[in-house]
């Protein structure tokens, strides 16, 4: 049985991963958007998703995270 309930820590790990797989970024990207939402945390009191921060940072396109949503949510 597949897990579809969108479980926020399963998205984040699965959401970096897939990005690098499919060479959008590198692991270097993704620890930085990671420390960058830690840092968010802390400071502002706010969490955003690692797609987010990466498309803020232009790591991503808005089609590369599409690409990598579509894989996550049709497991």
Not at 12 to 23: D, P, Y
Not at 25 to 44: G, S
Not at 52 to 66: F, Y
């Amino acid at each position: 049985m597949s897990d579809k309930t969108g479980n926020i820590e399963n998205y984040e790990k699965r959401f970096g991963v897939l990005a690098i797989e499919k060479g959008f970024i590198t692991p270097d990207e993704l620890f930085e958007a990671l420390r960058v939402q830690v840092q968010d945390e802390i400071e502002k009191g706010t969490h955003r998703l690692i797609g987010e921060i990466l498309l803020d940072r232009n790591s991503m396109t808005p089609a590369q995270i599409d690409e990598v949503l579509k894989v996550i949510f049709e497991r």
